[in-house]
């Protein structure tokens, strides 16, 4: 397996595939492939932390993370990661796991401090995700509090950062 930056040329096929690993999920809108399409074209896209696993010459996952910020006494960047797709066939390999790792790792080495998700609490903590309410930021929409999930990328990123995360408004949310 291969895991590298998304290009131009990527665009069409990781939209199907997210389509395609959203489509048969309960707790989905079945918009996630039209929610990387509008984040593409926002300014808190980051082409960098837009990766794709590549099996035998065929996409096989994808990951997007892109700018948020955690309003509170005053703004802190962070980065949002979502949606993590794996082709349905392809789902309980380790892909989505690797890519979440690689991603995690080009994020803080682009200089992000922290990331944060809404996803499974029994998934996520395995890439060392805590629950948000730790350190008092809480989501800007109606989650279960084990859901809403961040993780420091640097020691106390999220220290003193209380707040109500501002996602873009390519993700349609208040």
């Not at 380790?94 to 990331?115: M, P, R, T, Y």
């Not at 998934?123 to 929409?141: H, L, T």
């Amino acid at each position: 397996m291969i895991i590298r930056q998304e290009t131009e040329k990527d665009y069409r096929e990781t939209e199907k595939l997210t389509e395609e690993a959203f489509r048969n999920l309960e707790i989905s809108d079945h918009n996630e492939h039209l929610l990387v399409q509008r984040l593409r074209q926002s300014k808190d896209f980051i082409p960098e932390l837009s990766l794709v696993a590549e099996m035998d010459n065929k996409i096989v996952g994808h990951i997007l993370f892109s700018k948020i910020t955690i309003e509170g006494e005053k703004e802190t960047e962070s980065l949002c990661l979502a949606p993590v797709s794996v082709l349905p066939e392809y789902q309980n390999q380790g892909i989505g796991s690797e890519l979440i790792k690689e991603g995690l790792l080009k994020a803080e080495d682009l200089g992000f401090e922290s990331v944060l998700l809404v996803g499974h609490s029994t998934y996520y903590p395995r890439f060392g995700f805590e629950r948000a309410s730790k350190w008092d930021i809480r989501c800007a929409f109606e989650v279960p509090d084990d859901a809403f999930m961040a993780i420091e990328l640097k020691i106390d990123a999220l220290k003193g950062k209380s707040g109500t995360v501002k996602y873009p408004p390519e993700f349609g949310l208040p």
